[in-house]
């Protein structure tokens, strides 16, 4: 996804089921993070080969190796990195990618930093070549050379640096150039939440939130929330104002299904711009195929949106398949809208094939 256009971004960043954290995500997240390994929900594999490489470097008193997380947006790199920094006893030093343009930024966090401690590297994807060139060798070697000076003249002075773990995130592994990736002792990849992981994510956030909860209200909310935590806290927080204003207070299964009907986030965790995309491919164009600018038009939104935003999670439910022929909706896509596909061969989708071009 290109994060720096910004139609996109913005669209994406006014939704409330975006995946990227909004200004009242990072203030209430850090109340809501899980402080150890074992508070951590889910992610059971990357948890159980972590807890292993962390107790392993404690034994033997060394820094933990570099560990590369990877994974969408929301699924708790941020938290993670944290709790390694936590596990191990150190001090972490959060930065990200783009923050990094020059080699000499990178210099001179990483001059800064203490023996052990954690540099928590987001979207490490995103930063600058000479940058990357300088971090391979300090991942490695535990060595920088700082350049002094401009052209003929210029030296490298060489700079030791104390041990420390690198921890990098990425929405993209394979984004990221081989000699990096290869130079990191541990990968991880983060997977979606099965909706039982966020129901657990849930009752915890909903006890540190001091809001009351049933097992019926976090399993709706869960189903709504598209695999990924952030997006259920986000949820519940918006249900809660809910179960305040027009409830009791408490959330059961009719509060929470009628608050995210008001704010547009149906049963499978679909918004208004998902539904207008499945609508207007299913109610104009038969079901497709129709082409991305097409179907953009019809919905009056940018093709960088429909595109990056809307279809990512579409196609994840399997309601809509990208062709070489255009967007198709599937059969999920007619049952979750109610719809009844067109006859094949008729006059439905099969026979407006190829009239809707890009
Ligand atoms: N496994 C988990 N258990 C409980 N809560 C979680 C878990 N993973 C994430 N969360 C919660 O979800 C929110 C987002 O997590 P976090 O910031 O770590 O995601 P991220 O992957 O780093 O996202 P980004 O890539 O956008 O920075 C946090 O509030 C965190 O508390």
């Given at each position: 996804m290109n994060w720096d256009d910004d139609t996109e971004a913005t669209a994406e960043a006014?939704?409330?089921?975006?995946a990227s954290a909004d200004g009242e995500d990072t203030a209430v997240e850090a109340a809501l993070r899980p402080k150890d390994l074992g508070e951590f929900v889910g992610q059971e594999k990357v948890r159980q080969q972590l807890d292993l490489v962390l107790k392993a470097a404690r034994q033997r008193g060394a820094t933990a190796d570099h560990v590369l997380l990877s994974g969408a947006?929301?699924?708790?790199k941020t938290t993670l990195s944290m709790i390694i920094a936590a596990e191990m006893g150190a001090p972490i030093r959060i930065t990200s990618g783009p923050a990094i343009q020059h080699a000499g930024d990178l210099a001179a966090i990483l001059s800064s930093l203490q023996e052990g401690e954690v540099l928590f590297l987001d979207e490490?994807?995103?930063?600058s070549r000479p940058a990357e060139e300088m971090l391979y060798m300090a991942m490695e070697d535990f060595r920088v050379d700082v350049i002094v000076g401009k052209g003929p003249g210029a030296t490298a002075i060489p700079l030791e640096l104390p041990p420390f773990t690198l921890v990098g995130a990425t929405?993209?592994?394979?984004?990221?150039?081989p000699p990096l990736r290869d130079r990191f002792g541990f990968t991880g990849h983060m997977e979606f939440y099965a909706p039982e992981e966020l129901e657990r994510v849930l009752h915890r956030s909903a006890r540190l939130l001091d809001v009351e909860i049933d097992t019926a209200g976090a399993a709706e909310i869960a189903g709504r929330s598209r695999g990924t935590p952030r997006i259920a806290n986000r949820l519940l927080r918006r249900v809660r104002d809910y179960a305040q204003v027009r409830a009791d207070g408490v959330i059961n299964r009719e509060v929470a299904g009628t608050a995210l009907q008001v704010y547009e986030v149906?049963?499978?965790?679909?918004?208004r711009l998902d539904r207008a995309v499945l609508e207007a491919l299913l109610k104009?164009?038969?079901?497709?195929?129709?082409g991305l600018s097409t179907l953009a038009v019809a919905v009056g939104e940018e093709r960088e949106t429909v595109e990056e935003v809307a279809e990512p999670f579409l196609v994840r439910e399997g309601l809509l398949a990208r062709t070489p022929r255009g967007r198709v909706a599937t059969p999920a896509a007619w049952a979750h809208l109610g719809l009844v596909p067109p006859r094949q061969g008729g006059s439905g989708s099969s026979g407006q094939q190829g009239l809707f071009g890009a």
């Open positions: 006014d939704r409330l089921v975006a947006p929301g699924l708790g490490i994807h995103r930063m929405t993209r592994a394979g984004l990221l150039p149906d049963g499978r965790g679909l918004d104009l164009f038969g079901g497709g195929p129709v």
